[in-house]
């Protein structure tokens, strides 16, 4: 039934009731019953003003609670308190832009401070300007009242200089220990002018009294009426008393009863009079009923505007034209609360992501200088190492050059041996005649002396050379022994080395994984965004406001989009540095291998040279053995000459055995000879080895100046990305300032606390393992000590809504069992083990985020349907069956996409559906200008290039999609959303409309 017909059926039956009952009805019972009108209305209208208050006191303490939670304030007090200067200058900053962000969005709060528990001011901003002459709060008895009360927040309303203001107090805590508090200053004069008019208009005479002073007043109101209203005792009013808590307040009022006995005089006069005026106040109560319930709209869409999201219309059981207004209002508070439940939910995530972002900037950092460090300890060790190898040659060569006149002095010894033993011979020979050839035989013995005396320096040069060439082997030993030290300490820092490359390469693989998680923030707060204008668009005038903020928060997204597309490059640049860098920091290991190869090779040869000259110092000691016999065997065979006659006898036996003697000399000087050629030629094999090892050596130099160019690289990037990260936490702040603008109730859980424990400890486990450190102290608590599976235990029987409740808590389950067994698999060093259960902890953290955001969105977020981003409706119709049919099924491919941007998958596949969208779309279009040209119908040319234009645009967005562009979902999605049906209801209706449909 239509509201009209009811209003006219409802005046006329109450006309007819009045026109009967007017004869009897008494004064008394009409007076009563305007009584009570009366004082229902005066209750109301105290109750609604009384509510202004409570609100703004409610808005004020939700405000202050999201800055208590800030991390800049966090941060100020620890470094205060740890007398970090560089980290509180640092704090200091970034707390004075939080705060110019909260006047901006705030701006009733013109004193915002905060100061030490002894009441020191560290920092103020008045009407949003930084100011060094602070506002004196009064601090303590502020403290004292919050400890009474045991409250983390106190409000007091208090008359200053003839104004009255709201300051609000809350204690800031560092490790569970109260270290500063802040303060907001805020004037209400303007509340209490609000309060009072507003009764004022419902004709209600009402004081308003606050700590024994008149804080406000209607017209009309005066002193001794006042009194009288306190104590209860004023006849012929209506009166009413009622309390604000939250400041102490008392509010009285009353409505005089003159104009109810005025119309009860009226009514005794006549029916006639009475029935009119019935009448009209009939007519004028229908027209409240409706004023008044549209008025509740009007206050509702004024709050939506405002922010407050938690307020709904009442719909009554059987729904007018009215209410059906009233159910798309309440339609549209549900969207937007869930739209900004939505991004608080991301900027939580976005806010425990830029924390480990931070961790690992400052490892990334730290590993960086470290990786400068060894390059340049491996390039001092190879510049020693390359003077070790060059003393080394030095000496080789000079070896050489001894072994060549060691076999020289040996040739000459054999020569002067075989000498004396063919004189020897000679002389056996001839001693029969030894009589006659005295003479003869004295110059054989003199010519013996001669030779033996040359033999003797031979010797003697020969022992010299062996000594010289000894010294040098042990001086080429020491080199040696020296350059495989240093060899050694380079491969040590080689290995060092590669760990840091493998922390590094770990670190940028976090880094990765979590600009995958921010990238899927990014896409559905660029979604959220999109509903949010669309929806706020839709609200008409009403939602202008919220479109403003709406846009905003897209801008942020998108802002996050480009930061985290610059964080994946830089990324990847990093990954890359790193490879290079591991790849030459392989190559510096296999080259000091290789040197180490070389070094042990000299050794060798040094030790097998110093065998073979203590050989020959061996022969040259018999060597100078048989010289000496063959000495003492001519100088006996000297005196034998002289007595030849009579010891012929002894002459011959002294001539065989200087021959034998002579043989043995030679033959030992030929042994001598035969070793000098054997070291000479292991003097060679030396230079050689040395010559390679110089070559490795350059090679290594080489590589070590290599790698400090990628060392230097990799700290720029460092530097970059610790930019990228400041730019992302600004992204954060202007989230959290976005959604401080919207009063949505208060959270089901700690988001942001939630995921920082298990990023953190996903990082905790990725660095064990990656670095192969076995996990001493396990950073993983057992199921049953978990505080959220606690917390989730307790709060079955209320979440018994969630459908993926037992989902949820499987998955917790799940990944704390797989953390203990990835801590006992590096404890076992089994980390390739560990590294596949983090693969498993992985899709269990995947599915644990997924359920604990749709946890954290609550009811409303398991009723919002997600899958209609595109809803077909009669107003889409060309009147062509076959066409619409068409355009419903590409709204469904597009819905498709949707949902797969919403479902939160890990790296999810878009490209089936969007070859899916490119087929269908060219299809639609083809049969849709097949069927116009056979219409002949008008502008069929400009349809044409408009799809052609269409196509074009979805493969430019296709290819960019395939190229990894981050901020492509959301832009992708709009244009679709917006083009379809924009081109179907002002093209295709149109020329389809022409041509007779």
């Known amino acids: 039934m239509k509201l009209s017909v009811k209003m006219v059926l409802m005046v006329f039956v109450l006309v007819s009731l009045v026109l009967l009952l007017q004869g009897w009805l008494s004064g008394s019972m009409v007076l009563t019953v305007l009584e009570e009108n009366m004082q229902g209305k005066l209750q109301t209208a105290m109750k609604e003003s009384a509510k202004l208050v409570e609100a703004r006191v409610k808005q004020t303490g939700e405000d202050v609670a999201v800055m208590q939670a800030h991390r800049d304030i966090e941060n100020f007090l620890t470094s205060l308190v740890f007398e970090d200067l560089d980290g509180m ?107 009072t008019a507003g009764l004022q208009a419902e004709q209600v005479v009402a004081s308003v009294i606050g700590d024994n002073s008149l804080v406000g007043k209607t017209a009309g109101m005066e002193g001794a009426l006042q009194q009288k209203m306190m104590a209860g005792k004023l006849a012929g009013w209506v009166t009413h008393r009622i309390e604000i808590p939250s400041l102490k307040w008392v509010m009285v009022g009353g409505i005089e009863q003159s104009g109810a006995m005025a119309v009860v005089w009226k009514l005794s006069l006549t029916a006639f009079m009475a029935a009119v005026v019935l009448v009209v106040l009939i007519s004028l109560f229908t027209r409240n009923t409706i004023t008044r319930r549209l008025a509740r709209i009007g206050r509702s869409i004024g709050g939506l505007a405002d922010g407050n999201l938690t307020e709904r219309i009442t719909i009554s059981e059987k729904p007018d034209e009215i209410d059906e207004i009233a159910i798309f209002v309440n339609q549209l508070a549900d969207s937007l609360t869930f739209s900004i439940r939505t991004i608080g939910m991301q900027s939580s995530t976005v806010t425990a992501f830029i924390q480990e972002v931070l961790g690992i900037s400052r490892t990334l950092g ?82 013996v002396n001669q030779s033996l005396g040359v033999m003797n320096r031979s010797v003697s040069q020969v022992s010299h050379a062996v000594g010289e060439v000894k010294s040098a082997l042990q001086r080429v030993k020491g080199q040696c022994t020296q350059a495989t030290n240093l060899s050694q300490a380079a491969n040590g820092h080689a290995n060092h080395t590669m760990e840091v490359m493998t922390k590094l390469t770990r670190s940028a693989q976090e880094v990765g994984k979590v600009v995958d998680i921010i990238n899927n923030i990014a896409e559905q707060t660029n979604m959220l965004a999109l509903n949010a204008s669309i929806e706020a668009a839709g609200a008409g005038e009403a939602g202008k406001g919220f479109s403003v903020v709406a846009n905003e928060v897209k801008e942020l997204a998108f802002q996050t989009s480009e930061a985290t597309k610059m964080i994946g490059t830089q990324v990847d640049e990093i990954q890359d540095n790193t490879r290079a860098a591991t790849r030459a920091v392989n190559e510096i290991s296999n080259t000091i291998t290789a040197i180490n190869q070389s070094n042990a090779e000299i050794s060798n040869s040094v030790e097998e040279q110093d065998h073979a000259v203590q050989a020959i110092a061996h022969a040259m000691q018999e060597v100078t053995h048989g010289n000496q016999e063959v000495t003492r065997n001519a100088q006996e065979l000297e005196i034998a000459v002289q007595e030849v006659a009579q010891a ?92 401080c603008a919207f009063d949505i109730g208060d959270e089901l859980f700690d988001m942001r606390d939630l995921k920082e424990r298990y990023m953190a400890l996903m990082g905790a486990l990725e660095t064990a393992i990656h670095s192969q450190t076995p996990l001493t102290e396990s950073p993983v608590p057992a199921p049953e000590s978990v505080p959220f599976l606690r917390w989730l235990g307790k709060q079955r029987g209320i979440l018994s809504w969630f459908p993926n409740l037992a989902e949820l808590e499987q998955s917790v389950k799940a990944m704390h069992t797989l953390g203990g067994e990835i801590v006992e698999l590096t404890r076992r060093q089994d980390f390739n083990a560990a590294l596949t259960k983090m693969a498993d902890f992985h899709n269990q953290r995947s599915t644990f985020f997924r359920h604990a955001n749709d946890l954290y969105l609550g009811q409303l977020g398991q009723s919002i349907d997600r899958s209609t981003f595109l809803k077909w409706n009669d107003g889409y119709s060309t009147g062509n069956a076959q066409i619409d049919g068409e355009h419903q099924q590409l709204m469904n491919i597009i819905n498709e996409l949707y949902i797969k941007l919403w479902s939160g998958e890990k790296n999810p596949d878009y490209n089936p559906i969007l070859l899916r969208l490119d087929g269908y779309t060219r299809d639609h279009l083809r049969r849709e200008e097949e069927l116009l040209a056979s219409k002949s119908a008008p502008g069929l040319d400009g349809h044409k290039s408009i799809h052609r234009e269409f196509i074009k645009k979805l493969e430019a967005f296709k290819l960019a999609f395939d190229q990894g562009n981050v901020g492509l979902s959301m832009e992708m999605m709009a244009f679709l959303k917006n083009w379809l049906s924009q081109h179907i209801v002002k093209v295709d209706k149109v020329i389809f409309k022409k041509i007779g449909y």
């Open 89 to 195: 200058t640092e704090a200091s900053s970034n707390l004075d832009l939080f705060f110019q962000r909260v006047y901006q969005a705030k701006p009733r709060y013109s004193i915002i401070q905060l100061a030490s528990t002894k009441g020191k001011p560290y920092l103020q901003l008045s009407e949003g300007k930084r100011v060094e002459q602070y506002y004196a709060f009064d601090v303590a008895s502020m403290l004292a009242e919050m400890k009474a009360q045991d409250k983390k927040r106190i409000h007091r309303a208090q008359l200053t200089n003839g104004h009255w203001g709201l300051y609000t107090a809350a204690a800031l805590e560092v490790e569970g220990r109260v270290e500063g508090i802040l303060l907001l200053y805020q004037p209400i004069s303007a509340l209490v002018k609000e309060l």
């Open 366 to 447: 730290v590993n960086s200088e470290k990786v400068n460090q060894f390059s340049h300890v491996l390039a001092e060790q190879n510049d020693s190492l390359t003077q070790a190898i060059a003393n080394i040659k030095d000496l080789s060569n000079r070896t050489a050059s001894r072994m060549g006149s060691l076999t020289n002095g040996a040739n000459s010894v054999a020569e002067n041996m075989n000498t004396i033993a063919g004189a020897a011979e000679q002389a056996s020979q001839n001693v029969s005649t030894m009589a006659s050839a005295a003479e003869e035989m004295t110059a054989n013995v003199a010519g």
């Open 648 to 739: 012929s006898g002894e002459v011959a036996a002294g001539s065989q055995e200087i021959a034998a003697a002579s043989a043995n000399a030679a033959s030992a000087a030929q042994e001598m000879s035969g070793q000098a050629l054997e070291v000479s030629h292991f003097a060679d094999e030396t230079l050689k080895t040395v010559d390679s090892t110089d070559e490795t050596t350059r090679i290594f130099h080489d590589k070590v100046e290599e790698s400090l160019g990628l060392a230097m690289a990799m700290h720029g990037h460092v530097n970059h990305f610790a930019a990228l990260r400041d730019v992302a936490r600004s992204i954060s702040d202007g989230l959290c300032a976005a959604q």
